[in-house]
């Protein structure tokens, strides 16, 4: 068999593998959605990661911290369904709403349009002791009413 019709035949399989794995990961993506998007409680607060673009290690750790804040910060309110915690890929139509310019934490009043930018994540972002507390102290008192 010629070369041409062996790089033509490669790059046919190829394409048809990418083709093949782009479409289970929109099928899992859409299993995974109803969960992700289940109707919070009344009251309860949700703690959203708002990424887009490239991230950086910063930005991994900030996620990871924001999570094992409300994770082992607020174990009970999370137990009780008074609290929960997302990543969220920020689409244009929200960057817009909230007027995000990187990523962002965020707390949504569940049934209502309140939101909280927590925006002193960056600047405590070398300090995972000081952004827990912050995270955690901002969520209780936005749980509790109190902003």
């Keep these: 068999m010629p070369l041409w019709k062996k790089l033509v035949l490669w790059g046919v ?3 048809v593998a990418v083709c093949g794995i782009r479409y289970m990961n929109k099928q899992q993506a859409q299993e995974d959605a109803p ?3 289940a109707p919070a409680a009344a009251g309860s607060v949700q703690v959203v990661y708002y990424t887009f673009g490239v991230r950086c290690p910063t ?3 900030m996620e990871q911290w924001a999570g094992e804040a ?4 607020l ?3 999370v137990s009780a369904g008074r609290v929960s915690f997302s990543t969220r890929d920020a689409d244009a139509a929200t960057v817009q709403k909230y007027g995000l310019t990187t990523k962002t934490l965020m ?3 569940a049934g209502t349009e309140e939101v909280l930018n927590l925006g002193r994540i960056w600047e405590l972002s070398g300090d995972e002791a000081a952004f827990k507390t912050y995270v955690a ?3 209780r008192k936005f749980l509790s009413g109190h902003e």
């Design 13 to 15: 399989a190829g394409f």
């Design 35 to 37: 969960a992700a998007q």
């Design 59 to 61: 930005c991994m750790r």
């Design 70 to 73: 409300v994770e082992q910060e």
């Design 75 to 77: 174990a009970q309110e």
């Design 107 to 109: 707390l949504h009043r």
């Design 137 to 139: 102290g901002e969520t």
